[in-house]
Nanobody, 115 residues
Framework: QVQLVESGGGLVQAGASLRLSCAASGSIFSIMAWYRQAPGKQREWVAG???????NYADSVKGRFTISRDNAKNTVYLQMNSLVPEDTAVYYC???????????WGQGTQVTVSS
């Protein structure tokens, strides 16, 4: 059974940093990614990383956020620097199962950035 456990959210001031973690278990994953959903808005893709380490970022976070993964621990991280109030959202981890292509989502972790 696949499980994703996220951690690391919180309330910070603008300019601060946070590191999100998502520990996956129960399978092997190709793509691991982060999405976010702000109040009243649609969920949007933030960053993704393949199992070979190829990384991609949304333009809104490029240069501020860094995605990484530890394949031995089946864990993906999102280092968020220079946070701004517009980054306030619930952040979700998504993984793609290597064998089936099925998507799995974490429960979400709240990030709030005050001005």
């Amino acid at each position: 059974q696949v499980q994703l456990v996220e951690s690391g959210g919180g309330l910070v001031q603008a300019g601060a940093s946070l590191r999100l973690s998502c520990a996956a278990s129960g399978s092997i994953f190709s793509i691991m990614a982060w999405y976010r959903q702000a109040p009243g808005k649609q969920r949007e893709w933030v960053a993704g990383i393949s199992n070979s380490g190829t990384k991609n970022y949304a333009d809104s976070v490029k240069g501020r956020f860094t995605i990484s993964r530890d394949n031995a621990k089946n864990t993906v991280y999102l280092q968020m620097n220079s946070l701004v109030p517009e980054d306030t959202a619930v952040y979700y981890c998504k993984t793609v199962e290597l064998a089936t292509g099925r998507n799995y989502w974490g429960q979400g972790t709240q990030v709030t950035v005050s001005s």
